[in-house]
């Protein structure tokens, strides 16, 4: 839509379907009317002049009776008619009535309201006939020494363009518009005539701006944004100007505006890599993010440092500024802390690293007194994390971060609490040194646990590494607190009944140990109280949790009783204390057993947990050295292999992400020019430019570098068919949240179209920004229409519509061809991503909508349909390549994808090769898709069917 258009729609108010109206009655109402008549007849004349009217005979009536008069609305409206009108004969000559429009203009020029003058102004940078500037040209020049600054503004916009257009005209303008600029005070006349020279005389802008370069802080923000970019481009032109204007730079760096910092750091850092320079940038984006409130504007800054630390020479510069960067951590978003800690942890070294370590416990403490939020449990988890991933880059760091974040294996949430022990699984057995203090501080809070996951896991650490006697019968004296007084089943009955006297109950107070008439150790509860424990929050945790039903905590227990008291009898060389020990844990499990075969428990005990913890009584039966390797060496290994194969895996991905940094291109490559090229080489030369083209284009232009033209095409949409009066095909350019829809619009008849009108509508979550305008169509003429689609969702959408238009003479009502739908790709939203394997089970849990999709393909090898999933989807597969490796006739892989909304999605993906059915028959199967939303997980299930089968080139 064209500034005419635009102002004429805003302005007008006219039925664009209704009949026009003769030019015999716009006449009359032109001559004869009042001024509320005049002002609808112009309108109507305008809108008819857009539509492809021709009325020649009501140009002089125009001028004779619409002109003269001072009424502003028609002013208006007469600035968009001479835009529009046609101004020359056939042959090119200008019209003669167009002198007594010029007169007209030359005294609005000079109009004591200074809207009319810069109105006129504005008007005039569109007209393209010399003939009707040249006379207007003194009193466009006298405009610049107008009192008002919206004319000075104006004027000197009017002169660039004429300048710019008709040089002859105005041969001075650089001049004129320099000693403009030098006495002028207002900021937008400035920031204009600055914008002029850069563009016009480029010398004369740098002379200026030397003589004023002590004063850029003082300018306006507008102004400073033109100096930045003048300098930006001189600069890169000339490298011998840095050392002219690198200080300017800097000064603009302290700008008050966070637009011009923003610039000023990039354009620093793009003209110098000196430490100072780097250093500089960084802390103004460090305070952009902080001062500015927008969470995008702060996400987009983040990048910008991002960008920074991927050159290696400017990686040590960041370094010393983790601690400014960690200021970021007091926006409450969660997704802008996710980066600032991402960040931070790429710039952690030996130097800061405990400094590093200090700031984020000081922030997990806060998370703890800090009254509930949404993202407070994932913000806690986001910084056991990053403790973690330092105290393995830097284990004497651990001893630090133990302490702190061992308080949060009694914490609510479980994710967090869960985090903390993979991360003390992993210390634990990676560093020896600290094994004694984690033991004790495992011991601490081993009580208070309140998750049943987080207590079978610290039964598993406890069991595994305690190692000396004290600590062996420790762990025995917790386990005989959490699990309350014994037998369980009668002592839950004498209390359901009530029986139990005061004195037979055991008192508040530290655990004591007795010895039973079986002469085994016996402890009494310091949870239970003086009066009967009949609640639920009364009992003991372990208690809890077999009263519960959970019975494979007692699997876990009895494994636990069965290392610990293995490793006693190896380190107590007496009979009778190793009797007395395994005696003990043998009636704890007996006492488990008896209670899940009762009727006491929500839920009876499982055959698996039956089983298990009856191995365990009778490997400590016989006591046999096979069991005690199996139980006290095997299971550590397991480990050991576990964490070895782990962190192979981030050595490769961190190689993989090191290799992404080097150099692809080396200095003393030739270089290959196409002009010297030979002719039958062409083809291929011009084939690698549009390749690297389009890579230079970003991430949402890959998938067309691989074969361009193909991509392309396959991107055209035919919405008409061939015979249709109309035509129509459409281009669907996808750009991250928008759609760009260029439609082709062909006239196929030997009519005029008049009101040619693209409609169009949206399903799913999907909605057009604005309504293309109406155009006209000469016979057998085109036109390009361009519509633009907002994206909220990742899910399927269909874009449909018609054409409709009038026939310029007929009296039919409005035509009107229907349009093919256009279905819009989710694959153009969804992006490969990582997660760990927690993050996946989590998800996997809380999401609502899952689609199973029944694999049907011809695909006969289960790695290769895999891999063809994997490339249909555009998602990641979080299975290790060794546990795909192999052949034994099924394979299980977990997948996973995240849009650029920020929506997950998951995929597991269970497959087998049927044997029976020989060598050639395909895979068969499920996959199953999980998401938040159910347009996703449908809009992935239905791209898997449509894409399961792999077609025959």
Known sequence: MTAAENVCYTLINVPMDSEPPSEISLKNDLEKGDVKLKTEALKKVIIMILNGEKLPGLLMTIIRFVLPLQDHTIKKLLLVFWEIVPKTTPDGRLLQEMILVCDAYRKDLQHPNEFIRGSTLRFLCKLKEAELLEPLMPAIRACLEHRHSYVRRNAVLAIYTIYRNFEHLIPDAPELIHDFLVNEKDASCKRNAFMMLIHADQDRALDYLSTCIDQVQTFGDILQLVIVELIYKVCHANPSERARFIRCIYNLLQSSSPAVKYEAAGTLVTLSSAPTAIKAAAQCYIDLIIKESDNNVKLIVLDRLVELKEHPSHERVLQDLVMDILRVLSTPDLEVRKKTLQLALDLVSSRNVEELVIVLKKEVIKTNNVTEHEDTDKYRQLLVRTLHSCSVRFPDMAANVIPVLMEFLSDNNEAAAADVLEF????????????????????????????????????????????????????????????????????????????????????????????????????????????????????????????????????????????????????????????????????????????????????????????????????????????????????????????????????????????????????????????????????????????????????????????????????????????????????????????????????????????????????????????????????????????????????????????????????????????????????????????????????????????????????????????????????????????????????????????????????????????????????????????????????????????QKKTSL
Not at 529 to 554: N, Q, T, Y
């Open 424 to 947: 003390v699984r992993e210390a634990i057995q990676r560093f020896d040194n600290l094994r004694p203090l984690i033991v004790e501080k495992m011991l601490e809070v081993f009580h208070s646990i309140k998750s049943v996951k987080i207590y079978r896991g610290a039964l598993w650490i406890l069991g595994e590494y305690c190692s000396t006697k004290e600590d062996i019968q420790s762990v025995m004296t917790e386990v005989r607190r959490s699990l309350g007084e014994i037998p369980i089943v009668e002592s839950e009955i004498k209390k359901e009944a009530g029986e139990l006297k005061p004195e037979e109950e055991v008192s508040v107070g530290p655990a004591q140990k007795l010895v039973t008439e079986m002469g085994t150790y016996a402890t009494q509860s310091a949870l239970s109280s003086s009066r009967p424990a009949k609640k639920e929050e009364d009992r003991p945790p372990l208690r809890g949790f077999l009263l519960d039903g959970d019975f494979f905590v007692a699997a876990s227990l009895a494994t636990t009783l069965t290392k610990i008291a293995l490793r006693y009898m190896s380190l107590v060389q007496e009979k009778k204390k190793q009797n007395s020990f395994s005696a003990e844990a043998m009636l704890l499990m007996a006492t488990i057993l008896h209670l899940g075969k009762s009727s006491l428990p929500k839920k009876p005990i499982t055959d698996d947990d039956v089983d298990r913890i009856s191995l365990c009584l009778k490997v400590l039966s016989e006591c046999s050295p096979l069991m005690n390797d199996i139980f006290n060496k095997e299971c550590r290994q397991s480990l050991s292999h576990m964490l070895s194969a782990k962190l192979e895996e981030e050595k490769l991905s961190q190689k993989k992400e090191s290799e992404k940094r080097n150099v692809t291109i080396q200095p003393d490559d030739p270089i290959s020019f196409m002009q010297l090229t030979a002719k039958n080489e062409m083809s291929s030369k011009e084939d690698q430019f549009q390749l690297s083209l389009l890579a230079a284009m970003g991430n949402t232009q890959r998938k067309e570098a691989a074969d361009p033209l193909a991509s392309k095409l396959n991107k055209v949409t035919q919405l008409t068919g061939f015979s249709d009066p109309v035509y129509a095909e459409a281009y669907v350019h996808v750009n991250q949240y928008d759609i760009v829809l260029d439609v082709l619009v062909v006239n196929q008849t030997s009519d005029t179209l008049q009101n040619c009108t693209l409609e169009l509508a949206t399903l799913g979550d999907l909605k057009l920004v604005e309504k293309p305008s109406p155009l006209t169509l000469a016979p057998h003429d085109f036109a390009n229409i361009k519509a633009n689609v907002k994206v909220a969702s990742t899910e399927n959408g269909i874009i449909f519509g018609n054409v409709v238009y009038d026939v310029s003479g007929a009296a039919s009502d409005r035509n009107c061809v229907v349009l093919s739908d256009i279905h819009i790709d989710i694959m153009d939203y969804i992006q490969p991503a990582s997660c760990t394997d927690a993050e996946f089970r989590q998800m996997w849990a809380e999401f609502e909508w899952e689609n199973k999709v029944t694999v049907n393909t011809n695909i006969i090898d289960l790695n290769e349909y895999l891999q063809h999933i994997l490339k249909s989807t555009n998602m990641k597969c979080l299975t290790p390549e060794k546990a795909l490796s192999g052949y034994c006739g099924f394979m299980a892989a977990n997948l996973y994808a995240r849009s650029i909304f920020g929506e997950d999605a998951l995929a597991n993906v269970s497959i087998e090769k049927p044997i029976h059915l020989g060598p050639e028959a395909p895979v068969t199967g499920h996959i199953r898709i999980r998401a938040k939303s159910q347009g996703m997980a449908l809009s992935l299930g239905d791209k898997i069917n449509l894409s």
